[in-house]
Nanobody
Framework: QVQLVESGGGSVQAGGSLRLSCAASGDTYRRNCMGWFRQAPGKEREGVATITTGGGTISYADSVNGRFTISQDGAKNTMYLQMNSLKPEDTAMYYC??????????????????????WGQGTQVTVSS
């Protein structure tokens, strides 16, 4: 079992930045794929970014590529999502998630399909125009 706790959400104006954090605890060694997904009211869940253990493979949704950066600090068991040039359409609840995948190439697909084993309670991001 892995516990995930997100933090760093808030309200910003368009063009602003936020950095989300995801602190992991428990059997983290059993997970080699971590990522962020988001969900806005009335919309489907959307994969945002994924990263495999050691940062070997990183993937982004087209909608955030070039604006968001995912990273991790293994020593702190913490994953980050640096969000720059925020847009109103980025407004959503952001969740971090973890899973063990057979190969790194499956990490993104696993998040997109919502098949992650563990996820946190979420942190709200609101971007005003």
């Amino acid at each position: 079992q892995v516990q995930l706790v997100e933090s760093g959400g808030g309200s910003v104006q368009a063009g602003g930045s936020l950095r989300l954090s995801c602190a992991a605890s428990g059997d983290t060694y059993r997970r080699n794929c971590m990522g962020w997904f988001r969900q806005a009211p009335g919309k489907e869940r959307e994969g945002v970014a994924t990263i495999t253990t050691g940062g070997g493979t990183i993937s982004y949704a087209d909608s955030v590529n070039g604006r968001f950066t995912i990273s991790q600090d293994g020593a702190k068991n913490t994953m980050y999502l640096q969000m720059n040039s925020l847009k109103p359409e980025d407004t959503a609840m952001y969740y971090c998630a973890a899973h063990r995948v057979p190969s790194e190439e499956q990490c993104w697909r696993t998040v997109v399909l919502g098949r992650m084993t563990d996820w946190g309670q979420g942190t709200q991001v609101t971007v005003s125009s």
